[in-house]
């Protein structure tokens, strides 16, 4: 736990509960998108090259501590998040 009072397995596991935002034959599953956004804001990196960086670097954080499987690119990322409207995250 967190100084926040949350576990990120079981803020995966709520984010893994968004359904019907990607095809069936999409390449990179939502939970993966939202986490490596979510992974961004948790770690206050000072841009988003700069967190880009990091996970190319180091990109084992991503997939052990916020359980990311496919790491995929920023502009990648805002198509698929763009998808889904925000009033699901303020849960």
Do not use: C
């Amino acid at each position: 736990m967190n100084a926040h009072g949350f576990k990120v397995k079981d803020i995966k596991a709520n984010f893994g509960k968004f359904t019907g935002y990607r095809a069936t034959n999409a390449n990179i599953v939502l939970n993966d998108v939202i986490m490596s956004a979510f992974a961004e804001f948790h770690l206050k990196d000072q841009s988003l090259l700069a967190f880009d960086v990091r996970w190319r670097r180091e990109p084992e954080n991503l997939h052990t501590v916020y359980g990311v499987g496919d790491i995929f690119y920023d502009s990648q990322g805002r198509v698929i998040l763009n998808e889904v409207a925000p009033h699901v995250f303020r849960k």
